[in-house]
Protein backbone atom coordinates (compact mmCIF):
# COMPACT_ATOMS: atom_id res chain seq x y z
CA UNK A 1 0.00 0.00 0.00
CA UNK A 2 2.65 2.19 0.54
CA UNK A 3 3.96 2.44 -2.99
CA UNK A 4 0.49 3.72 -4.20
CA UNK A 5 0.52 6.61 -2.11
CA UNK A 6 4.38 7.30 -3.61
CA UNK A 7 2.71 6.97 -7.01
CA UNK A 8 0.35 9.27 -6.05
CA UNK A 9 2.81 11.85 -4.73
CA UNK A 10 4.92 11.37 -7.69
CA UNK A 11 1.94 12.36 -10.06
CA UNK A 12 0.89 14.90 -8.26
CA UNK A 13 4.08 16.86 -8.27
CA UNK A 14 4.75 15.93 -11.81
CA UNK A 15 1.48 16.67 -13.78
CA UNK A 16 0.15 19.36 -11.08
CA UNK A 17 -2.72 19.66 -8.03
CA UNK A 18 -5.90 19.78 -10.81
CA UNK A 19 -4.44 16.34 -12.52
CA UNK A 20 -3.72 14.78 -9.41
CA UNK A 21 -7.68 16.00 -8.25
CA UNK A 22 -8.68 14.43 -11.24
CA UNK A 23 -7.09 11.28 -10.78
CA UNK A 24 -8.27 11.15 -7.45
CA UNK A 25 -12.06 11.48 -8.56
CA UNK A 26 -11.54 8.78 -11.65
CA UNK A 27 -10.31 6.28 -9.10
CA UNK A 28 -13.27 7.12 -6.58
CA UNK A 29 -15.78 6.00 -9.61
CA UNK A 30 -13.84 3.23 -10.50
CA UNK A 31 -14.71 2.07 -6.48
CA UNK A 32 -18.25 3.39 -6.56
CA UNK A 33 -18.75 2.40 -10.00
CA UNK A 34 -22.82 2.69 -11.20
CA UNK A 35 -25.76 4.11 -9.97
CA UNK A 36 -27.79 3.33 -6.58
CA UNK A 37 -31.20 1.78 -7.21
CA UNK A 38 -32.40 5.03 -5.31
CA UNK A 39 -30.98 7.00 -8.13
CA UNK A 40 -32.63 5.19 -10.92
CA UNK A 41 -35.51 4.65 -9.93
CA UNK A 42 -35.88 8.73 -9.53
CA UNK A 43 -35.24 8.53 -13.23
CA UNK A 44 -37.91 6.48 -14.45
CA UNK A 45 -40.34 7.99 -12.05
CA UNK A 46 -39.32 11.37 -14.15
CA UNK A 47 -39.66 9.27 -17.03
CA UNK A 48 -42.91 7.88 -16.31
CA UNK A 49 -44.13 11.92 -15.04
CA UNK A 50 -43.11 12.97 -18.65
CA UNK A 51 -44.66 10.49 -20.59
CA UNK A 52 -48.06 11.08 -18.94
CA UNK A 53 -47.52 14.38 -19.86
CA UNK A 54 -46.62 14.06 -23.29
CA UNK A 55 -48.15 10.93 -24.75
CA UNK A 56 -52.41 12.25 -24.64
CA UNK A 57 -51.43 15.61 -26.15
CA UNK A 58 -49.45 13.48 -28.94
CA UNK A 59 -52.03 10.69 -29.25
CA UNK A 60 -54.85 13.16 -29.94
CA UNK A 61 -53.50 14.73 -33.23
CA UNK A 62 -52.80 11.18 -34.91
CA UNK A 63 -56.86 12.52 -36.73
CA UNK A 64 -55.60 15.93 -37.04
CA UNK A 65 -52.50 14.54 -39.08
CA UNK A 66 -54.73 12.20 -41.06
CA UNK A 67 -56.88 15.39 -42.24
CA UNK A 68 -53.77 17.14 -42.72
CA UNK A 69 -52.50 14.43 -45.18
CA UNK A 70 -55.85 13.96 -46.99
CA UNK A 71 -55.75 17.31 -47.97
CA UNK A 72 -52.39 17.35 -49.12
CA UNK A 73 -53.10 14.53 -51.16
CA UNK A 74 -56.44 16.26 -52.87
CA UNK A 75 -54.12 19.39 -53.51
CA UNK A 76 -51.28 17.05 -55.37
CA UNK A 77 -54.36 15.46 -57.14
CA UNK A 78 -55.81 18.42 -58.13
CA UNK A 79 -52.48 19.83 -59.47
CA UNK A 80 -51.98 15.76 -61.39
CA UNK A 81 -55.47 16.83 -62.65
CA UNK A 82 -54.53 19.95 -64.22
CA UNK A 83 -51.34 18.70 -65.88
CA UNK A 84 -53.78 16.08 -67.53
CA UNK A 85 -56.05 18.39 -69.02
CA UNK A 86 -53.10 20.12 -69.97
CA UNK A 87 -51.78 17.84 -71.81
CA UNK A 88 -55.29 16.01 -73.35
CA UNK A 89 -57.29 18.96 -73.28
CA UNK A 90 -59.73 17.40 -71.30
CA UNK A 91 -60.44 15.92 -67.65
CA UNK A 92 -60.76 12.16 -67.14
CA UNK A 93 -64.35 11.11 -66.53
CA UNK A 94 -66.22 9.94 -63.78
CA UNK A 95 -65.93 6.46 -65.19
CA UNK A 96 -62.31 6.51 -66.22
CA UNK A 97 -61.65 7.93 -62.84
CA UNK A 98 -57.96 8.48 -60.85
CA UNK A 99 -56.77 5.52 -62.65
CA UNK A 100 -56.90 7.42 -65.72
CA UNK A 101 -53.43 9.69 -63.64
CA UNK A 102 -51.74 6.57 -63.44
CA UNK A 103 -52.52 4.01 -66.74
CA UNK A 104 -53.40 5.24 -70.03
CA UNK A 105 -57.39 5.45 -70.46
CA UNK A 106 -58.70 2.53 -72.74
CA UNK A 107 -61.75 3.79 -72.96
CA UNK A 108 -64.19 7.39 -72.83
CA UNK A 109 -62.65 10.37 -73.41
CA UNK A 110 -58.86 10.04 -75.44
CA UNK A 111 -56.10 10.71 -74.05
CA UNK A 112 -53.69 11.22 -76.76
CA UNK A 113 -50.67 13.22 -75.51
CA UNK A 114 -50.90 11.05 -71.87
CA UNK A 115 -47.66 11.50 -70.68
CA UNK A 116 -45.31 8.11 -70.57
CA UNK A 117 -45.25 7.35 -66.60
CA UNK A 118 -48.51 8.92 -65.62
CA UNK A 119 -49.31 11.38 -63.58
CA UNK A 120 -49.34 10.04 -60.40
CA UNK A 121 -47.24 6.84 -59.26
CA UNK A 122 -50.54 4.94 -57.74
CA UNK A 123 -53.59 5.30 -57.54
CA UNK A 124 -54.34 7.06 -53.98
CA UNK A 125 -56.10 6.33 -51.13
CA UNK A 126 -57.06 8.27 -48.42
CA UNK A 127 -55.47 7.89 -45.05
CA UNK A 128 -58.01 5.97 -43.56
CA UNK A 129 -58.00 3.58 -46.72
CA UNK A 130 -60.52 4.03 -48.53
CA UNK A 131 -60.26 4.97 -51.99
CA UNK A 132 -60.91 9.07 -53.24
CA UNK A 133 -64.26 9.64 -54.94
CA UNK A 134 -63.53 11.68 -58.28
CA UNK A 135 -66.75 13.03 -59.96
CA UNK A 136 -66.52 15.37 -63.32
CA UNK A 137 -68.72 17.79 -63.53
CA UNK A 138 -68.61 18.43 -59.58
CA UNK A 139 -72.53 18.91 -57.71
CA UNK A 140 -71.30 21.85 -56.33
CA UNK A 141 -70.42 23.16 -60.25
CA UNK A 142 -66.84 23.26 -59.62
CA UNK A 143 -64.20 21.76 -62.70
CA UNK A 144 -64.37 18.33 -60.74
CA UNK A 145 -64.84 17.02 -57.16
CA UNK A 146 -62.53 15.14 -54.64
CA UNK A 147 -63.87 13.55 -52.03
CA UNK A 148 -62.80 11.79 -48.77
CA UNK A 149 -65.45 10.43 -46.26
CA UNK A 150 -63.27 11.13 -43.45
CA UNK A 151 -62.70 9.06 -40.68
CA UNK A 152 -66.15 6.77 -40.56
CA UNK A 153 -66.10 6.45 -44.11
CA UNK A 154 -69.73 7.65 -44.32
CA UNK A 155 -71.26 10.88 -46.43
CA UNK A 156 -71.24 13.95 -43.90
CA UNK A 157 -70.26 14.07 -40.46
CA UNK A 158 -68.71 16.61 -38.26
CA UNK A 159 -65.75 17.10 -36.61
CA UNK A 160 -63.14 14.32 -37.39
CA UNK A 161 -65.83 12.26 -39.05
CA UNK A 162 -66.40 15.26 -41.79
CA UNK A 163 -66.18 14.84 -45.10
CA UNK A 164 -63.08 16.55 -46.88
CA UNK A 165 -63.88 18.05 -50.69
CA UNK A 166 -61.17 19.32 -52.97
CA UNK A 167 -63.51 22.81 -53.28
CA UNK A 168 -63.64 23.74 -49.76
CA UNK A 169 -60.14 22.22 -48.38
CA UNK A 170 -59.95 25.54 -46.10
CA UNK A 171 -63.31 24.74 -44.43
CA UNK A 172 -61.81 21.82 -41.81
Do not use: H
Not at 72 to 95: R, V, W
Amino acid sequence: MGWRRDVRTAVSRSVGPSTALRCGQIERLRRCGGFSFIELMIVVVILAILATLLIPRVMGRTEDAKRAAAKAQISNIESALQLYKLDNGNLPSTEQGLKALVERPASGPAAPNWKAGGYLPKVPVDPWGAPYKYTVPSPQGAEFEILSFGADGIAGGDGKNADIVSWDLDRN
